[in-house]
Structure formats: structure tokens, C-alpha cells
């Protein structure tokens, strides 16, 4: 009779572990970072070719922030703009030349229209001197003027 016990315990655990059902959500760990991504399996459809309308599932583990839902580089990641930024500039400009153009193209107008600031700058201040002292001459020449007047009365 233990025998025939033993075999039939073993049948109906056999039996429990085919009839649980093994949902994607299980293979994500239950942490507070992967909540998101397990909430969103767990009331998404499994069966069939019914899966939801503009979201991505995404059962897979981030290489940089260790959490699921997500890929490194995705806009979702929290880490996407940490790591080292000169391989990130080589690998931007290697796989969308285009956008490197348009940055330095960007970055040299900007450059010119800071040295076009600077010399207009640099000639308003050439021309406030020289008005300044204009005034100045003409303040000598006034205050020469007046003494003169005031002398020849005086005389």
C-alpha cells in the first residue's frame, strides 16, 4: 500500500505541475522595479494571436539597469543616458551619420553668430570711445570759449 501511495502522490503532483499554467510574468523576479512589466503580463492575453493594441511585450532583461520590460537603449531604461559617452558619440555617428552632420553644422552657425556678437560688441564699444571723446573735445573747446568771454570782460 505505500508504494501504490507513493506512485499516486506522484501522478497528482505530475498532474498540478501540467494543469498550472506557465505565464511569462513568472520567469520576470517579483522586485519593486519589475512591478510595471509583471502587472502588464499578468492582465495581458497568452493565448492565441490576441495581443494588445500600442504596447510592446517585452518579456526580456535590460543589460545596464537589470530590470525587465525593456532593452539597453530604450527610451524606458533609466540608465539610458549613463555609460561611456565617447563609445555612445561613435556608435551615434556610425549608425546615423546624418545626425552628427546636422550637430556640427548646428554648432558651427552658432559659432558664427557668436563671433558676429562679438565684433559688433566690440564696434559699438569702438564707437561709444570715440563719442566720448568727442564730448570731451567739444567740453574743452566750450569751457576755452566761456574763459576767453569771461577774460576779454574782465580785461
Known amino acids: 500500500m505505500g508504494r501504490k501511495a507513493a506512485i499516486e502522490k506522484r501522478d497528482a ?3 498540478a505541475m501540467q494543469q498550472r499554467e506557465v505565464r511569462p510574468e513568472d ?6 522595479e519589475n ?4 502587472e502588464f503580463l499578468k492582465n495581458a492575453p497568452s493565448k492565441g494571436l490576441w495581443l494588445p493594441f500600442g504596447k510592446e511585450v517585452k518579456v526580456m532583461k535590460c543589460w545596464r539597469c537589470k530590470q525587465y520590460g525593456h532593452r539597453t537603449g530604450d527610451r ?8 561611456n559617452m565617447t563609445n555612445e558619440k561613435k556608435r551615434r555617428v ?3 551619420p546624418m545626425a552628427s552632420m546636422v550637430e ?5 552657425k552658432d559659432a ?3 563671433a558676429r556678437r562679438e ?3 566690440a564696434k559699438i564699444a569702438w564707437y561709444q570711445e570715440l563719442l566720448e571723446e568727442e564730448r570731451e573735445k567739444r567740453d574743452r573747446r566750450r569751457n576755452e570759449r566761456m574763459l576767453a568771454k569771461a577774460a576779454k570782460k574782465v580785461s
Open 13 to 15: 503532483e505530475s498532474s
Open 27 to 32: 520567469t520576470i523576479p517579483d522586485r519593486p
Open 35 to 38: 512591478q510595471e512589466a509583471r
Open 76 to 83: 524606458e531604461c533609466p540608465m539610458k543616458q549613463s555609460g
Open 94 to 96: 556610425m549608425y546615423d
Open 104 to 108: 556640427k553644422r548646428a554648432k558651427k
Open 112 to 114: 558664427r553668430r557668436e
Open 119 to 121: 565684433r559688433q560688441l
